[in-house]
C-alpha cells in the first residue's frame, strides 16, 4: 500500500494488554501505509515526540521505534502482520492516554471501540 484512502482511516483500539492495567494503542489496519509514521507522528505533535533509538529485530520480523516526548517516553512496535502497537511500559496510563486523546482529533485516526473487560 502506497497511501492510504483518507476515509478509511487508520483503525485502532485503545485497550488494556492482556491481564494488565497497563494500556496501549492496537493498530489494526493501515500501519502498512508508508505514510503511516508521519502521519501518526504529526497527529502527535503536540507532545514533540523525538525518536531515540530504532531497532529492526529480522529475526522477529519486527521494528522497534522508541520516542522522548515532552509528556514521557513511549514505544512504537510493528510486527510481520502489519500491526502496529504504542506502549509505554510505565505502570502509569498517563502517556498513553494522552496519545489517544490527540489521535481522537485527528480525522486520520479512527478508534474503534473493543471491551477491555475481553483482556482480562
Not at 512504537?76 to 505502570?91: A, C, H, N, Q, Y
Amino acid at each position: 500500500m502506497d497511501s492510504l484512502e483518507l476515509e478509511d482511516g487508520y483503525k485502532y483500539h485503545f485497550r488494556p494488554g492482556y491481564n494488565s492495567d497497563e494500556y496501549l494503542i492496537e493498530f489494526r489496519s493501515g500501519a502498512e501505509d508508508t505514510l503511516f509514521i508521519p502521519n501518526f507522528l504529526k497527529a502527535i505533535a503536540a507532545i514533540n515526540p523525538v525518536l531515540i533509538d530504532a531497532a529492526d529485530l529480522w529475526m522477529n520480523d519486527e521494528v522497534i521505534l522508541k520516542f522522548n516526548s515532552d509528556i514521557g517516553a513511549f514505544t512504537l512496535s510493528k510486527d510481520i502482520w502489519d500491526l502496529m502497537f504504542v506502549m509505554t511500559g510505565e505502570d502509569d496510563n498517563v502517556i498513553i492516554e494522552k496519545i489517544n486523546e490527540l489521535l481522537l482529533v485527528d480525522k486520520k485516526f479512527i478508534n474503534v471501540w473493543i471491551d477491555p473487560e475481553i483482556y482480562k
